[in-house]
DNA sequence: TGGCTGCGATAACTTTTAACTATGCTAAAT
DNA sequence: ATTTAGCATAGTTAAAAGTTATCGCAGCCA
């Protein structure tokens, strides 16, 4: 295998350049027979002489302006090396796989998307959205960068940042509209409908409505918030969607939403990502992106 | 200015290939630590973190993974240079590193081999026998030097020269002999035996029979064209093979080969390389020796 | 011709760099 | 809780690259 070093094609550069040993060396920092010999060596290396060395001048043979041709690009890309960290340094570069959960995924990605966009103007975003325990094989297999999730989630593996929290609100039929807000005692009585097996935003609904491990009904569970709302909407029952969802899904549908009274059901929004990422300064300052769109989407309602 | 060394590159790219210092610092064979400190001072001098090392594995990050791909193209000049040297001597010399398809590979290699060894009594020949597709990944990526395969490919980073033409001809059992030859469009109701998924000389033969997409028949695909034909000489089918095997291939089963009427059926086989490759004059010569070889094996059957 | 002079090569020695072995530390796996 | 796997660190040694001093050769000028 070839043993070249970048200091000797830098030097062979110099030499190139300044035809003489003496300046060339002097450019280099370096003395004279310290050039000379990384020369040689580069020439017995390659077992081609890359100069002819006359009394007055040192000149390239043939071969050697061949050969400076290609090191000019090569050290060129070396050097680019450095502009690429340089310009990287501190900053998320590339590629961000993002992973974030059904029930917040359609309501906060457009503000974090755009937001993302105009700070980090050439980040390469991909966006996956799935269940909490598929984001986290994932997230442990390297296959995303960080995933914006319902917490706590206890995984030791990973930091946790909560940022902020937020409360659910009950969607029933416009009829209903003047009726009291039911305690979370009398929901069990109603019929509530519940995202499919998986989704932590069901579990947190059960668990408001002190639901044991009994599930209430069979067969009436929707695949996403939206369909939930539009049966809601269609008179099949009731159901919980977080505040976030509520401009975007209360719009298409006869029925209205209410808060709770205390105590109110809620969940914790924040980002997870390897405690072993190196970019952890970098996602820290990303969350406080996440953060503030989720502020800014609940101040609406 | 950038204090980078050119063996810290490519043990950076030993280890984004093994994923795992133990295994990287055994290919560059040196110790583990030396690779730890040397990718250190890497990341050091880059300002940058190159990879996040979990417990159990190794991974780049995401900057890692940009500054790979320019490293890729540095030690590939790098690399190159060592061939321009080669070349501007005149001679191949050293390592050859060639890549064959299955479908040639035994019927040629023999050939070429021993003529090398004659033109070039000190060159080092490695082989490779594997499918196109891969041969062309391996080509890209500087792990072999040329390779033998079917045209046209169109690959535009590549040279193409073509050799020869070759036809296919039909393998059928003994008991056959005396049969007419079958038209492409009989074949197709005949059972007709064909190598798996991948090689190139399988989808030559389909489309020779004008099957469209369709698959004639499920699970009867052959990994060689010598288990294709004894797998004839037992009864089960007919095949094709391409001229070049007849003398090996059908000596070993009691099959007959019988040439098709026009149009007959055929591949051009022919060489390839790296248009970068500062060996080309001698890649084109080396191509004489193989367009030879392909000459004397078809003119024997 | 003979002594300068400019310049690259060589030699002997020193410093710096990169390697090795041994061992530590942390996080999975059992 | 203990073992195991695997990267990091420390201390030491070997190799590489640099230094100064000096040589030798070709051209130059008197």
Redesign the pocket.
Known sequence: MLNL?F?QLRYFQALVRYG???HAADAC??????L??????LETALGMILFE?T??Q?RLTAFGAEFALRVRGIVQSVDELGDLARAARGRLTGRLRIGVIPTIAPYLLPTIIGALHQSHPDLDIHVRETVTPRLIQELSDGRIDTAVVALPLSE??FTEVALFDENFVLVRPDADAGKPVPSRDSLRAMRLLLLEEGHCFRDQALSFCNFGGAVPREGLDGSSLATLVQMVGAGIGVTLIPEMAVRVETRSAPVCVVRFNRPRPSRTVGMIWRKTNPLSAQLLELSEVVRQAGADLRKLP
């Open positions: 070093t200091k003489h040993f003496g920092a370096i003395s004279q027979p310290a000379s010999v990384q020369i040689k060596e060395r009394a007055r040192v030791p593996a």
